[in-house]
T-cell receptor, first 113, second 115 residues
Framework: KNQVEQSPQSLIILEGKNCTLQ??????????LRWYKQDTGRGPVSLTI?????NTKSNGRYTATLDADTKQSSLHITASQLSDSASYIC????????????FGGGTRLMVKP | EPEVTQTPSHQVTQMGQEVILRCVPI?????FYWYRQILGQKVEFLVS????????KSEIFDDQFSVERPDGSNFTLKIRSTKLEDSAMYFC?????????????FGEGSRLTVL
């Protein structure tokens, strides 16, 4: 069964600090991996999309990495801001699966002043 | 900036009643989706829709669910006879392309509460 597992479940950091969120997936064959940011009670917003041939992709202070051999991805947030407080969700699309995306449970990040 | 809009933002209904959730996708998008998120759980795929027909659906999307694009702008999700376990946030999404090239844009969600 296709699964996406994320760690940690929750994380508290101080404003200005960096953090790294982890994602492991068992989806195979694999097409692409996405990271979304979801504020409480809101819809997910796309941060990055990486195909299996890409190792890294950046979007401002967000940098995602992908190791398709070990089926792991990470999202690194640099110089965190209070507005970064949200859930960060790793999402995987199976090859040939169109947009039947498999969502992870997310990491809930809280940035404190 | 173009966005996906959903109505209502919150609906409370009695078990067994029919519910219709409405979505207006981004105007030049061709692929439409419904996802749901039960409180505290993962977002789950329900159905994708392209060229006026369902292209994929999950096990959750049983005979109680249906989707329709009644005109050029709206995309609806109907639940015929709601159950308590249908209580969730329902997200509509759209994309300009399908598959790996398709970045999904989500709406703000419709919260459905079944009593």
């Amino acid at each position: 069964k296709n699964q996406v597992e994320q760690s940690p479940q929750s994380l508290i950091i101080l404003e200005g600090k960096n953090c790294t969120l982890q994602c492991n997936y068992t989806v195979s064959p694999f097409s692409n991996l996405r990271w979304y940011k979801q504020d409480t009670g809101r819809g997910p917003v796309s941060l990055t999309i990486m195909t299996f041939s890409e190792n890294t992709k950046s979007n401002g202070r967000y940098t995602a990495t992908l190791d398709a051999d070990t089926k792991q991805s990470s999202l690194h947030i640099t110089a965190s801001q209070l507005s970064d407080s949200a859930s960060y969700i790793c999402v995987v699309s199976p090859s040939g699966g169109g947009n039947m995306l498999t969502f992870g449970g997310g990491t809930r990040l809280m940035v404190k002043p | 900036e173009p966005e996906v809009t959903q109505t209502p933002s919150h609906q409370v209904t009695q078990m067994g009643q029919e519910v219709i959730l409405r979505c207006v996708p981004i105007s030049n998008h061709l692929y439409f989706y419904w996802y749901r998120q039960i409180l505290g759980q993962k977002v789950e795929f329900l159905v994708s829709f392209y060229n006026n027909e369902i292209s994929e659906k999950s096990e959750i999307f049983d005979d109680q669910f249906s989707v329709e694009r009644p005109d050029g702008s709206n995309f609806t999700l109907k639940i015929r006879s709601t159950k308590l376990e249908d209580s969730a946030m329902y997200f509509c999404a759209s994309s300009a392309a399908g598959g790996a090239a398709g970045e999904l844009f989500f709406g703000e969600g419709s919260r459905l509460t079944v009593l």
